[in-house]
């Protein structure tokens, strides 16, 4: 797409940025949306947005045209996510923590399996034209998902337990929130920029893109690992174990430098993110119910949008002013630390209810 456009690697990154921060700002209202009407009129029109987005994307002759695409997508793929996982958590009350994990571990597996699919696709018929082809199975997906999906019951009757104005007074709530916000700045930053400093470090660039999908592998793993950890120890406890992983992984990205020492990085970060992933459904549903796990979940989502969309062009800027890793890795780190702090001193129970 680079070379197609003539648009720098910085410009390009507007694309996944502005995907992300979409997806994760819209997931508060698509949330809500699903607590009313449930998962299959969202998935459907997932469906139709994901394709149409990759389709304008294919068509594009300018970047500004490539992103707005992507907004698209984002737009589609927030109807997916929350909707879809609200549902699985509704559905189960016994081994929720388990289902949702297994149910997540889609995402961990589409990373795994998507740049091996995509890469082979773009070098046999070209981006413009895998972009149309993906948007096509993504379509007939999720369109058979929304009619297969079962629905979890749902009292018509009952009043969501957690509207977004009850949210927002929640002290709780309030500091998780401001967590989020302070982890969307650096979760998305290894993405981008970890296959470069590998490449920086003497790595080939595919071994330098084979973290990427180190990544994925330990993100799918651990989804279901830490699902065992939580039926054994607590949906809390399991989920604060994620939190460590990941604060623990930016320590050890500081002083990497080397392959080996970015491969650890990637192994821990990948855990830590993707049962984090797998938890955060589940431990909103401990503290604040499921008759608005959609809404709640949502909701929290949204906390990371604007990290999303800034953190890796600020890391960018900072490699660019400093000349290299040391200082934006050291400066990722401690914003992790913040934003891990809140969610480490999390409660048993949510002080002011008797939820479970």
């Not at 300018?62 to 707005?68: E, G």
């Not at 149910?103 to 399996?113: C, E, F, L």
């Not at 993405?191 to 893109?209: D, E, H, L």
Request: glycine share 12%; charged share 5%.
């Amino acid at each position: 797409m680079r070379a197609s456009l003539g648009v720098t690697a910085g410009q390009a990154s507007w694309a996944f940025s502005v995907f992300t921060c979409t997806f994760l700002a819209l997931s508060g209202v698509t949330g809500k949306l699903a607590d009313r009407h449930g998962p299959r009129p969202l998935l459907a029109a997932g469906g139709l947005l994901i394709a149409a987005g990759l389709a304008l994307t294919a068509a594009a002759g300018h970047i500004a045209q490539a992103v707005l695409g992507y907004v698209a997508v984002g737009v589609g793929v927030s109807c997916v996510y929350v909707p879809a996982v609200a549902n699985v958590g509704a559905w189960f009350v016994r081994h929720r923590v388990h289902a949702i994990g297994i149910a997540v571990t889609g995402i961990g597996v589409g990373t795994i399996v998507g740049p091996i699919v995509t890469a082979a696709l773009v070098e046999a018929i070209g981006w413009r034209r895998s972009e149309l082809w993906l948007g096509i199975a993504v379509l007939l997906v999720l369109l058979a998902c929304a009619r297969a999906t079962p629905v979890a019951a749902r009292d018509d009757r009952a009043v969501v337990v957690w509207p977004v104005r009850h949210l927002a007074g929640d002290c709780m709530f309030r500091l998780l929130y401001a967590s989020g916000f302070a982890m969307g700045l650096v979760l998305y930053v290894p993405f981008v920029f970890v296959a470069p400093m590998a490449v920086q470090s003497g790595a080939t660039a595919i071994r330098a893109a084979a973290l990427i999908s180190v990544i994925g592998f330990a993100s799918t793993a651990a989804r279901i690992l830490f699902g065992l950890v939580a039926g054994r120890c607590g949906v809390v406890t399991a989920y604060k174990a994620t939190i460590v992983a990941i604060w623990a992984s930016f320590l050890i990205l500081i002083p990497a430098r080397s392959f080996p020492g970015l491969l650890a990085f990637a192994l821990l970060f990948g855990a830590g993110y993707g049962g984090n992933i797998a938890l955060m459904p589940a431990m909103l549903g401990h503290y604040y119910g499921v008759n608005s796990l959609g809404t709640v979940t949502g909701a929290m989502l949204t906390s990371a949008g604007v990290g999303a969309l800034l953190g890796a062009p600020l890391f960018g800027l900072i490699v660019g002013a400093s000349g290299g890793y040391l200082l934006p890795t050291a400066v990722t780190f401690a914003i992790v630390t913040i934003g891990s702090i809140g969610q480490v001193l999390l409660p048993r129970r949510h002080p002011a209810s008797s939820l479970s």
